[in-house]
């Protein structure tokens, strides 16, 4: 549980004095405390320096349970390059309280390189993302108000594409029925929650370069579709206005520390299985403003994060990464590779380590065809041996790609002097980026793409629920979106238990839904979960708080 | 809309000016921007003063659609207060954000008395019911989820007595079923929504004095029954603790400025109508450890805050008012004194406004018995004529109080400076507080007292439900709670459309509810809807947003 490994001896410095490390002053910031503060939007124009801040994306090989300590290395990355003499910010998504006091634990990095304060960036931090939660739940509430009141809209109860959302791990809230009970003249009808997460809503949040654009996101949602299939939008319903209005604070990035005392922004939450999963893309232009470079973490694998930050985010933003990261651990490496079963598993030999190498062989070709430069990062374990790291190394070098061993865990940006080296070295050699498809080709066209030069798929099965979707998208004239994938991260392919490089598998598109407010499809591939389940011993159970006030672990 | 009339002229004061003006320094604040603040608990235990504050209770009559300015005239009363030259803190209670989006407006006051920044206290604020609501969900995944793996506690699904909460006016979500879909284990059940400030999470915040009371009192919170009929409390499913943690900055009373710069106190939002409807008492308990006089605002009429504050709040923490304020207008006096429709209430003539007299005479009464010294505070609005203002005063004579106008809204403190003198005056005079019942009378009994005395009703009906609940409650031995009436406020009796003072009439109790954690017993009379719905032209429909962040009102 990382949230207990914060190192309490650390001694936090003011978010002002952490503010002027970067260039800004207490009138660019609204404090949250002393240890938070959101930064005013005004910045983004009043800053101005020679160049902008190079785009360092960290993202790893496909995740195993162990979990391969990417947002540590993140961190210390960044801590590292400041050690250099250069300004480095890094840029993080905010934690979900759902998985929090779930099965995740923390997600502030762990050991000497950690995001602080910890406990409070994993709890309400400054209310983001229940103001997405908010403005989520008063567009449902206004569908079924609409319809309670007359419907004038004329919306098929039928045919209502959004879900009202709750940021808690509640599995129970997955199905359900809705509008029961005596004198009700709305409808009774099928609903759900997702995690406040996964909802468009927060998509949009990290979008959006200003509120106008936000707004203007929020009232593109397509909310429903008439009895006569005409799409209803959010703006049908004239509460964009109001959503905007619960998002005015959400929308500006929040400062906070490394452990080390640099400069930190964490900002926005969309998971990557199901999202797109990276911070706000205000969050990475404001600290492009601020700093040389920017460590921006994607959520899972080059598959999942990579893959959409490039043919999304950057496709969007023109914010293209000069490096990637690639993070590994022998750990992780091993499972991929073994074909027993999966405890202790650093007792795994080199047979295993060897066949694991497939796993990241993929991720880099990924990268690579990408247009990506890259470093794969170690993310080194007590008991890793030097045989073993040699290993990883020879096999990086006949890749034609840099190694580093970082050790941001135990020592902090010293562990990650090597690593910060060798990415300042090759961003300086940046390369075009690729997109995997352009915006012309069609919807389907676009997931065979990623499903086949990302995933390494054969071919792609779309359901009927999902050919039907890909027709209506044609009929909307929204072919030129980009694909938002989301999919299972513990393989390449849709099923969690293909290991290593799976190879002539069919994806199975089960889901398509329209995301016209981000502006983009969501291809649900294999068993994907919006709303995730709390399992038997659950985080939560081990929380507690004492009457100072101290979190405890117990 | 109320939020609209935010005086935009009002240059604001920084937020630790306002925290010196009452003997506090930066360090016993957490910032939430320029304008808002956290008072750290300890301060409770730092800040001795001679005598701790006298608190002055604001309540009405029972009120009508058209708003009878309770809070515009609780900020000014203590705007004048200070103006006088003694310190007054006025302490209320938090916005919910699903009135603010639907047909309230806001809850922050209006023309000259106002507490500020208004939106952003209208809105998210600091979190706090956010963090109710996240505490409530995180019991109720719980329970699922209990059940899901394996149920030991032996838990009848049709026997679990919380609710999920969400602060929004969302009527679909009153009656649902949760736990439908496919391979699930858990259990397919009826469940429902409340509005987040209608959840006992909420009432135990403001009825615990602690960090380690509120988790003993969340552990309390009766959650269900096993099917062998045993109460199962949150303890057994061992999540106080997270839910405390999820508290640990919701405790913290938050400090922000009135219109004229002086202090106010801003924490909890229990609704009157179904909670016990006042701020919490660490708020008030901290307000009299910084000022001469607490202005203390209860929700609604005599009937139900005053009544509540009084033989809830007063009977578990000492607080006891010294002197009441009972506001009034003449529109509101002749709305309950009028026998036709209901439009253009001012062209109603003095019939009328003698005939709304016994609305107000019950309430003068209810305030006497309970012991309690009281100005009625007439919210002069510009049609109010001499004559009927002059007709109010000698009415108060006759009936032994002291009357004042307070014009508040138009003029701040200026306009309630003779409120604000007499006030003082009775302050003086405290007579010894009278509860309506004992700890050790039945509930059954105390509800009756409630009703017969203090409503005026003829008897009390219990429907089946509500009498098989006192018979569990007598098994349970909690007996000595007290009880938390949850009726209409528009009406003396549980019938809105009763006006005036209505006689002869029974009170219904359909439902009684355990809140263990609370600890008291809630009678539902009448149709008390515990989540409210949307109207057709809701506020959110004209809330808006420019691109620069300023509120619009379209």
């Known amino acids: 549980m990382k949230t207990t490994s914060k190192p309490q001896e650390v001694k936090l410095k003011h978010i002002v004095e952490i503010a002027q490390s970067i260039g800004l002053d207490e009138d660019d910031l609204e404090l949250y405390g002393k240890y938070k503060a959101k930064i005013n939007l005004d910045v983004l124009e009043k800053k101005t320096r020679q160049s902008e801040g190079k785009v360092i994306l960290v993202t790893s090989i496909n995740p195993t349970p162990y979990g391969e300590g990417k947002t540590t290395t993140a961190i210390g990355l960044s801590m590292a390059i400041n050690r250099l003499g250069f300004k480095s910010i890094v840029t993080l998504r905010e934690p979900s309280l759902g998985p929090y006091l779930g099965i995740k634990g923390g997600a502030t990095g762990g050991g000497a390189s950690q995001v602080l304060p910890g406990t409070d960036i994993n709890l309400h931090f400054t209310g983001d993302i229940h103001a997405v939660t908010a403005a989520n739940n008063l567009l449902c509430a206004a569908v079924d108000n609409h319809i309670y009141h007359g419907n004038t809209l004329n919306i098929n109860p039928k045919a209502i594409m959004i879900k009202r959302a709750m940021d808690m791990n509640d599995r129970a809230l997955r199905n359900i029925v809705i509008g029961l009970g005596d004198g009700q003249k709305g409808a009774v009808r099928e609903d759900g929650f997702v995690i406040s997460v996964a909802s468009e809503v927060m998509a949009i949040l990290c979008l959006s370069n200003d509120l106008e654009e936000l707004k203007e996101r929020l009232g593109n949602i397509l909310v429903a579709f008439s009895y006569d299939k005409k799409p209803v939008y959010a703006k049908d319903l004239n509460v964009h206005g109001a959503m905007a209005l619960l998002l005015k604070d959400a929308i500006k990035p929040n400062l906070v520390q490394t452990s080390e005392a640099t400069a930190a922004i964490i900002h926005g939450g969309p998971f990557a299985n199901i999202a797109h999963g990276t911070n706000s893309i205000i969050a990475t232009k404001m600290a492009q403003k601020l700093s040389d470079y920017v460590v921006v973490e994607a959520g899972f694998g080059s598959d999942l994060g990579a893959e959409k930050f490039v043919n999304i985010v950057s496709r969007k933003t023109g914010i293209y990464p000069s490096a990637a990261v690639v993070v590994v651990t022998t750990r992780a490496l091993k499972y991929h590779g073994s074909s027993v079963a999966k405890t202790n598993i650093t007792d795994e030999g080199m047979d295993a380590l060897l066949k694991g190498f497939e796993n990241l062989s993929k991720h880099i070709e990924n990268l690579k065809m990408m247009g990506l430069e890259m470093v794969v990062a170690l993310n080194m374990f007590p008991d890793d041996t030097p045989s073993e790291i040699s290993m990883i190394e020879s096999f990086c070098r006949k890749q034609g790609v840099e190694f580093a061993v970082s050790r941001a865990y135990d020592l902090g940006s010293e562990g990650a002097l090597e690593l910060a080296e060798k990415v300042i070295e090759i961003a300086d050699k940046r390369r075009k980026i ?75 598109v089960n889901e398509i839904r329209i995301n016209s407010g981000a502006g983009f499809i969501v291809a649900i591939c294999g068993n994907i979960m919006t709303m995730p389940g709390l399992s038997k011993d659950y985080a939560a159970l081990h929380l507690d708080i004492d009457k100072d006030g101290n979190v405890l672990w117990v």
Chains 1, 2 share one sequence.
């Open 434 to 508: 690729n997109f995997v498809y352009q915006d012309q080709d069609p919807v389907e066209e676009k997931i065979k793409k990623v499903a086949k030069t990302i995933y390494g798929a054969l071919d792609v099965q779309f359901s009927k629920s999902a050919l039907s979707t890909l027709e209506l998208i044609r009929k909307l004239n929204i072919e030129h979106f980009p694909v938002c994938m989301a999919k299972t991260q513990y393989s390449l392919s849709d099923h969690p238990e293909l290991l290593g490089r799976p190879k002539d598998f069919i994806l199975n």
